[in-house]
């Protein structure tokens, strides 16, 4: 589930998200203050809004993905029980920007761009992501946004492919990490060697540090 809160961009929402409705046509089931969304052929929910959020919530902020306290999760699930609806939600505050190891790095057999990568994270998991940065190499420590992340502009990674193979998650750019001085230069974010794979990464960090 991606939680995010922006007061000045949204307005008083939490959204949460919880599958990629894919462009397909979707039902909106609003109850007081809560509104579940689903698609209409389907039925699979995928997204919840719950206004006047910060009456629900206390100590509500952010400025765009967020992750939520115990007491604020069981002030959500409150809120979503009194609006009518039988849904229990739990925390997953897993870190979804960490730093990657790029463990191997082959070309996509079905591109003159794009390379298909073996990338060590967090808890010694390995993800297979296409990427078509052209500075991406073994070797290079870089930043991962893993499924379930929310970009600065607010993009969502979801599993997906690139010309038929598997790719879950993305290799990121300082631009598209909207850091402070970040580059104009094209490419990838290339971390130091002091970066520790699977450590959090900082977004709010220059590309200097």
């Known amino acids: 589930m991606i939680v995010s809160y922006n007061l000045n961009g949204v307005g008083d929402t939490l959204l949460l998200v919880l599958a990629d409705s894919k ?5 909106v089931i609003r109850k007081g203050d809560v509104s579940c969304v689903s698609v209409k052929e389907t039925k699979e929910i995928v997204a919840w809004n719950i206004f006047q959020a910060s ?19 069981t002030e959500l699930n409150l ?3 009194e609006a009518g609806f039988d849904t229990v939600f739990t925390l997953d505050n897993s870190p979804k920007f960490v730093v990657g190891l790029v463990t191997e790095c082959k070309k996509h057999e079905d591109s003159d761009h794009l390379s298909v990568t073996k990338i060590l994270v967090d808890n010694d998991e390995e993800l297979q992501i296409v990427c078509g940065a052209s500075n991406i190499r073994e070797g290079l420590k ?5 499924v379930g992340a929310m970009m600065p502009d607010g993009m969502i990674i979801w599993p997906g492919e690139l010309r038929g ?31 520790e794979v699977g450590s959090t990464f900082n977004l709010s960090l220059s590309v200097n540090e």
């Open 55 to 73: 009456h629900k919530i206390t100590n509500l902020n952010g400025e765009g993905q967020i992750n939520l306290s115990p007491s604020q999760l």
């Open 79 to 81: 809120a979503v029980k």
């Open 142 to 146: 870089v930043v991962v946004a893993k």
């Open 23 to 27: 462009g397909q046509e979707v039902e």
């Open 165 to 195: 193979v598997k790719s879950d998650g993305m290799v990121c750019s300082a631009r598209e990490l909207n850091l402070p001085n970040a580059p104009e230069v094209k490419g990838i974010l290339e971390l130091p060697d002091t970066y």
